[in-house]
């Protein structure tokens, strides 16, 4: 009895998509209300990384087209410290998760946080690396795509990381292309991960270690 009506209480997977667009047109809307028309992008980080930070701010700007970043410091905003994440992360197109040394568990413990919620209300998490510096072991329990990035840009048109952050991080990661030119699908092969998300890699041996469980992998 008691499984038929946990059946009908799951959710298909037509169903899902449905709120995941009803949840992208409302994102749509309220950056047209309250952001003057700029897109904001959520930037989860390690308070200490100022290397991603300049990264992210070489792609967006301050001008009236261009994509905002929005960092959250715990020291200069007033508590309760969930609501106005849950505030900025309802207000930004997707999240961009800038994954490197964390200082500690505290800060992994929050980036967590922010990744979950922002899963469940159904935005992208595009996770940030720098292969030169990747000795941080926590998991993220769920990728849209892991991108390797140099440790900064020169100019600011360079593929992958120009058509990402031109629509925000609000699209399909099967649609960011140029010239050819595309990101990888991909599922873990850790038996035990089988996580599936899109890559990009700069490495020249193709080495990562999947985000998601942390196990080392290599792309044939
Ligand atoms: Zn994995």
Not at 16 to 39: C, P, S, W
Not at 138 to 157: G, K, M, S
Not at 201 to 211: A, E, G, T
């Amino acid at each position: 009895m008691l499984s038929k009506d946990n059946d009908k209480m799951k959710i298909s997977q037509q169903e899902m998509d449905h709120i995941f667009y009803l949840n992208r047109q409302l994102t749509k809307l309220k950056v047209a209300q309250n952001e003057g028309g700029r897109k904001q992008i959520f930037v989860s980080h390690s308070r200490k990384d100022q290397e991603g930070k300049d990264f992210i701010n070489s792609l967006t700007g301050t001008g009236p087209g261009n994509v905002k970043a929005f960092y959250y410091s715990f020291e200069g905003e007033t508590p309760p410290h969930s609501t106005r994440l849950k505030e900025e992360m309802v207000k930004s197109m997707s999240v961009f998760l800038l994954k490197s040394s964390i200082e500690n568990s505290w800060t992994a413990s929050w980036i967590n946080y922010e990744v979950g919620l922002a899963h469940g209300i159904g935005k992208n998490i595009w996770v940030f690396e720098n292969p030169r510096n990747n000795n941080a072991s926590f998991p993220i329990p769920y990728v849209t795509a892991y991108i390797q990035r140099p440790e900064r840009l020169e100019r600011r048109d360079v593929f992958p990381y120009n058509k990402i952050i031109d629509v925000a991080g609000m699209s399909n990661p099967k649609d960011i292309s140029e010239n050819g030119q595309e990101l990888t699908e991909f599922t873990c092969t850790n038996e035990e991960c089988k996580a599936k998300y899109f890559i990009w890699l700069i490495d020249v041996n193709k080495k990562f270690r999947c985000p998601v469980c942390g196990k080392e992998m290599v792309l044939k």
